[in-house]
């Protein structure tokens, strides 16, 4: 299984990103896919997650009616959608995949793989 982020970069406040996470050897309609971000120095933290089959998307209070979750199957590929960025949003932004049910979702511990992470900078 490899799952490769990519999309991040340097954004002014307010601006917008899209994050890519490609999966490979692995069927990503089957799993949960979420995000999580890691500010320095902290833990990591959930940012959104969906599932297609049986549905659900759940976001972390700081990113509703600013972050979106999609996917495209045919792609094999999970975006995370961020609009109206904040500084306090710059972190390494992590995809990951699993199985858990959708009280588990917000834990880090309920996803089973991991992509390496995309660096997202917002500047005040």
């Known amino acids: 299984v490899q799952l490769q982020a990519s999309g991040g970069g340097l954004v002014q406040a307010g601006g917008s990103l899209r994050l890519s996470c490609a999966a490979s050897?692995?069927?990503?309609?089957?799993?949960?896919a979420a995000w999580f971000y890691q500010a320095p120095g902290k833990e990591r933290e959930f940012v959104a997650a969906n599932r297609v089959i049986g549905g659900g998307t759940v976001y972390a209070d700081s990113v509703k009616g600013r972050f979106t979750i999609s996917r495209d199957s045919a792609k094999n590929t999970v975006y995370l959608q961020m609009n109206s960025l904040k500084p306090e949003d710059t972190g390494v932004y992590y995809c990951?995949?699993?199985?858990?049910?959708?009280?588990?979702?917000?834990?880090?511990?309920?996803?089973?793989?991991w992509g390496q992470g995309t660096l997202v900078t917002v500047s005040s």
């Open positions: 990951a995949i699993g199985r858990g049910p959708i009280s588990t979702w917000r834990q880090v511990r309920s996803y089973v793989d």
């Open positions: 050897g692995v069927t990503l309609s089957q799993y949960v």
